[in-house]
Each structure stands twice: as C-alpha cells, then as structure tokens.
C-alpha cells in the first residue's frame, strides 16, 4: 500500500509538471503576462471577479492564468484565496444613483435625463472577424466626451415618481446583513440572499434559464429599464472614527428589469421590478440575473410556480459553478472501491436471474420429459 501511495504522488507530480508545460505553450512564442489579461481580457477578469466574490483585478488576471483561461477554475481558485483574506464587516449600501457613467441604455423610454450613453459595446458590432487585430493595427484613441453634469435618475425613480412600479422594499436600520459565504442557504430564502446566490452563479446557467423565462417558461414579459455601466464609491464605517470613510471606486454593471405588472381589486396595477448587479462590465449577466430574480418572486407577488426559473431550490442550488463543477469533477476521482461494490451486485444479480431462468427451464420442461417416459 505504502508502495502504490508513493507512485500516486509521483503521478501527481509529474502531472503538474505537465501542467506548468501545457500552460506555457509553444516556448518561442512570448508569455503572456497578467498584466496583459487584466487590460486586455477585462470582460473575462470581471466575470471571474463576479463569480469568484472578490474585487481585485490582478488577483483575478493571475487566476486566468493559472487556470490556462478556463474561467470556472480562475473563479474557484479566487474564491478560494477569498476564504483567507480576514473580514472586517460590511461596507454601506452603493448608491448606483450616484454613478459615474461610461454605459447607460434603455428600452423603455428614448429620451430620458442624462440622455442614452452607449460607451464600449458588442451591440453595434458586425459578427466578422477582424484580421486586423492579427496583423497588430494601431487603436484609434477614443473620442473626448466634454464635462457633463447631468443627473442621470434610474428609469425605475421616474416610473416610481408616478407611482407605476413597485416601491423598493424600506432597509431596515441595523438589520444583519445576510452572507452565504458564512452561512448555508436554507429554503425559503429571502430576497438578499437570493440576489447574492445569483450574482455569483454561472453566467451560461443564468443565461439559460433567464432566456427560458422570456420562451413562456414562467412568463413575465420584461423589459430593459436600464443598464447602467461605471465607477460608484464604496464606504466602510471604522469604529475609531464613527462615520463613513471612502474605500475607492469600483465598477459595476447594474440592469433594472421592468416586467409585468401587479395590482388587485383594492391596489392599482404596478409594473414588478427584477434586478441584476455584478462587478465591472458584465451586462449579459446582470441582465439575465434579472430575468430569474423577477421568476423566483413568484411566490413572493403570489403567482402560480410552474416553470424551472421560477423553483428556486433548483435555481440556487444548482447556478453556483464552483459548487457544480465539484459534484461533476470528483467523478474523475478514484472510486474503485463504490465500482467494485456495484460490479458485485450486478454480477450477483445477474446470477441470481439466470438461476431463477434454469430453474423455471426445468420446471416447464420437466412434464414432458415425465410424459415421454
């Protein structure tokens, strides 16, 4: 036994090694650099900083990295250097009213204040391939936007300034702040942490099962209120000094979902709000974010749950990457002892039919075999 534990640890040695070579790729080609990932590939830094649950654009660059680009790995390792950083509380709400826009759209209103600010974007885009990024053309600088102060109000203050959208729910002062990354999610969940759930679930799950709402699958007709892309101030209260102090600037990607309204016989009719928010830009999973978070309030505004966005044990128990990539993973791993448990059985089972087949053979035979003596 002692002799087979050694040659693992060999094997897995010499599988990292191979690992190392296989991220290095062809040696005469230049490395690649975080440096260059975290400039470069900043839609890739800032999912794995999404779903990893940590703000830092270097530590998530390293991570794509070593993961050799797969992003479910980059996130996992960063959630788990995330379990060693100490904690020293939470920082105050962002006031996302308060950004400092580079993107801001919206399919409900054309003009609204603050105007439309389409920023960098796929949207306008040809889907061709573009040879000259190969070739190393130069970029163009961007154009310089002149100063401008207008307040930029989210579409969802204007539709509540009428009274057309549901309130948001009142904070309730000194109320904990819930944390799934210290406490199991526990069914029914409330609504904050739901929205964390979903903010560090897979994109391509959220994507999925947000686009099923919009076939009929827990239908709520949504539309894009607004999507907004920019730099907001995060502050934190230190106890030496009893107020809050900034910590920086982070960008973040936040998308109002106005969906199908809500009244009753006594209550005048409302449009019901989903909601989205992840670190820098990642609009597609803000957006999709927002779609579930609208379907898993079906039991909340009292609607009939019948499609799989609207489940939500399903929907939070199975969108969490690093949680699904260890159940389907660990199925690499040795399990020779459960495989031969189970070879067993059926190879008893098999016996045990074919005993029970001869058995009933000789039973239908043995009449006639008495009848032709």
Do not use: W
Request: with cysteine.
């Amino acid at each position: 036994m002692y002799v087979a534990v050694k040659g693992g640890e060999r094997a897995i040695d010499n599988a990292h090694t191979l690992l190392a070579h296989a991220r290095r790729g062809d040696p005469a080609i230049a490395e690649v650099v975080p440096a260059q990932i975290r400039e470069q590939l900043t839609l890739a830094v800032d999912r794995v900083m999404t779903e990893g649950s940590l703000y830092d654009r270097d530590l998530a660059a390293l991570a794509i990295k070593q993961a050799r680009g797969d992003l479910v790995e980059a996130a996992f390792l960063i959630r788990a250097f995330r379990t060693t950083l100490p904690r020293f509380g939470a920082s105050e709400p962002v006031d996302t009213a308060a950004m400092a826009v580079q993107r801001r759209v919206s399919a409900t209103f054309k003009d609204i204040p603050g105007g439309q600010v389409l920023g960098p974007t796929f949207d306008y885009t040809h889907r061709l391939l573009d040879f000259m990024l190969e070739a190393g053309a130069p970029v163009a600088e961007p154009p310089t936007a002149p100063a401008d102060d207008t307040a930029m109000p989210r579409v969802t203050d204007l539709l509540g300034h009428d009274d057309l959208i549901e309130r948001n729910p009142e904070a309730e002062p000194g109320a904990p702040v819930g944390d799934l990354t210290r406490e199991p999610l526990d069914f029914p969940a409330d609504r904050d942490l739901r929205l964390q759930n979903l903010a560090r679930g897979d994109e391509g799950f959220l994507l999925a099962l947000g686009y099923s709402t919009q076939r009929g699958y827990g239908r709520t007709h949504p539309f894009a209120g607004e999507i907004r892309l920019g730099e907001v101030e995060l502050e934190f209260v230190t106890e030496d000094v009893g107020f809050a102090v900034p910590l920086g600037d982070l960008t973040i990607t936040e998308c109002q979902m106005v969906t199908q309204f809500k009244g009753s016989s006594t209550e005048a009719p409302r449009f019901t709000r989903g909601y989205g928010l992840a670190f820098g830009h990642c609009e597609r999973k803000t957006m999709a974010m927002a779609l579930v978070d609208r379907a898993l309030r079906a039991r909340e505004l009292g609607e009939e749950i019948t499609a799989p966005a609207q489940d939500e044990e399903f929907m939070l128990m199975h969108s969490d990457n690093v949680q699904a990539t260890g159940f389907v993973e660990h199925l690499k791993l040795p399990h020779y002892v459960d495989f031969q448990a189970e070879l067993g059985l059926v190879r008893k089972m098999r016996q045990e039919l074919a005993e029970r087949q001869d058995l009933a053979e000789k039973n239908r035979l043995a009449p006639l075999k008495d009848a032709a003596e």
